[in-house]
């Protein structure tokens, strides 16, 4: 492609060079500079890229874009761009390249301090429910067309971003549905994104400290953005932050919530629990009126669903597609039931700090469960004051804990065992627990003393793969050994 083409949308000045360079890509990783490609100089939180721009051209790149002037004269081979924000440029420049792949799809973007993750899966399953072909990028990975790969950020760099996007417009998907992070959103990776529709969760103080936001209030500014990107916002209004993160806005707006003004408001909200089923059911009025089930546990849930709901509303889902896919929705290692047996509970979730942990236990603790038993360790090499932490609130919540491995990196499993008690002794000093340093052992160990009623939380790891006893990583998750050991020793 000619690098004018590239440009195109893109404000800059030729600095040197001929704008009808011919370009096969683009990088901003200078060790992958080669012939042919365009290499785009980025101001970074740790580093400026600019300084391999001299190395990059003597490599043979074919061009440089810069936004702060670098003499490249000795170079005169080198076509070199320059504009007011590389970050900005590159986002542009790379939906350019693989053919503005956004443009050809409806486009979802879901932001919020917590709940996205949740949120996107639900909307996923409602729309799949409904037939659509879906993509999906966001904390858990990218999903589409029974896919999965991996992902650095919530929220990809631009040229990630829009590489797949090309990726599922390709595999024949007619949705990208993602999570849109205040750093995404700030740092240009979703820049010449528009979204169908927008979605505001909640929010509350996050990602505040050097090289992300420097107060709240610029945090909530960013997250409010995509509410000019969209045609449609669907917001929670029941958010002491709504009115303020909304300012400015431009697109037209649909609520959710128990507010009496919301469009779709919750009512009847009930607990739900079955060997089975750990959810939540209720009814919504307002713009339409419909009976809910999720199983998701916690009220929280109820506003994930109202949202995925809300989204379902405003492209004219049926109500049966928006029924059946909350009703049958799954994230993995989120809450996540593993219904092994008719006698107990046992589930998955990634909680793996303090907050985290005690948000779970406060959930789960509302369906009056006979014991609620808690799995869980700490990872190694970081802060001892997230043991003492969930120590700490574990012993207060949970009538009987074990203390397991979790990703102890370089230290020793007992060591990371020993500091969580402290926390475990400071929460309660009477606390019932026990300590098994291997996680499948404490794992069996969960399910071989599970008493009638109880619900069991295996928390930390959630859906990620099992490190086996003499370090080899097998291809197995926790739910797929939980099954396995039922199906083994016969449970019922």
Request: proline content about 3%; overall charge negative; aromatic content about 8%.
């Amino acid at each position: 492609m000619k690098l004018e083409q590239l440009l195109e949308g893109v404000p800059f000045t030729l600095a040197q060079g001929s704008l009808d360079t011919e370009i096969s890509d683009i990088i901003y990783d200078s060790r992958k500079a080669a012939p042919g490609l365009l290499f785009v100089c980025i101001v970074g939180t740790q580093r400026d890229s600019h300084e391999f721009a001299a190395d990059c051209a003597a490599k043979g790149v074919s061009a440089l874009v810069i936004q702060h002037d670098i003499d490249l004269s000795a170079m005169p081979g080198v076509t070199v761009v320059k504009v007011e924000s590389s970050r900005y440029a590159m986002a542009l420049m790379s939906a350019n390249l693989f053919g503005n792949p956004s443009r050809q799809m409806t486009m979802i973007g879901v932001t919020g301090t917590k709940g996205k993750t949740t949120t996107t899966h639900m909307i996923k399953s409602v729309l799949e429910a409904a037939g659509r072909k879906v993509g999906m990028i966001g904390t858990n990975g990218i999903y589409y067309m029974g896919r999965h790969k991996d992902t650095a950020n919530t929220t990809p760099e631009s040229y990630e971003l829009q590489k797949t996007f090309r990726e599922f417009l390709d595999a024949g998907c007619d949705t990208a549905l993602m999570e849109v992070s205040s750093q995404g959103l700030m740092m240009d990776r979703v820049a010449g994104v528009h979204y169908n529709v927008g979605v505001f969760t909640n929010l509350s103080p996050d990602h505040i400290g050097p090289g992300e936001h420097k107060t709240f209030e610029e945090y909530r500014s960013w997250k409010g953005q995509l509410f000019k990107r969209c045609d449609v916002g669907v917001v929670n209004i029941d958010d002491e932050n709504t009115e303020a993160l909304l300012e400015g806005h431009t697109c037209r707006l649909v609520t959710y919530g128990r507010a009496e003004q919301a469009d779709y408001r919750e009512t009847g909200f009930e607990l739900l629990r079955t060997h089975d089923f750990l959810g939540v059911k209720f009814h919504v009025t307002g713009k339409d009126e419909m009976d809910v089930k999720v199983n998701m546990p916690g009220e929280f849930s109820v506003y994930n669903a109202l949202a995925a709901l809300a989204v379902g509303k405003v492209l004219g889902l049926p109500d049966q597609a928006i029924h059946d896919g909350l009703g049958k929705c799954v994230v993995k290692g989120r809450v996540e039931l593993v219904p092994i047996s008719k006698k107990f509970t046992i589930l998955l979730d990634y909680a793996h700090n303090e907050v985290s942990t005690e948000s779970l236990l406060t959930t789960l603790r509302a369906y009056k469960p006979h014991r609620l038993v808690v799995v869980f360790g700490c990872g190694g090499n970081r802060s001892k004051l997230r043991r003492y932490g969930m120590g700490e609130i574990c012993a207060k919540m949970a009538d009987f804990s074990i203390l397991t491995e979790d990703n102890n990196r370089f230290e020793k499993v007992e060591d990371i065992l020993a500091d969580i008690r402290v926390g475990m002794n400071k929460g309660n000093p009477d606390a019932k627990f026990v300590e098994i340093p291997d996680r499948l052992d404490a794992l069996h160990y969960a399910v071989d003393h599970a008493q009638e009623g109880d619900l069991i939380a295996v928390i930390g790891k959630g859906h990620e793969t099992y490190r086996d006893r003499e370090g080899v990583k097998t291809p197995f998750l926790e739910r797929e050994l939980l099954e396995e050991y039922a199906q083994q020793i016969g449970l019922e």
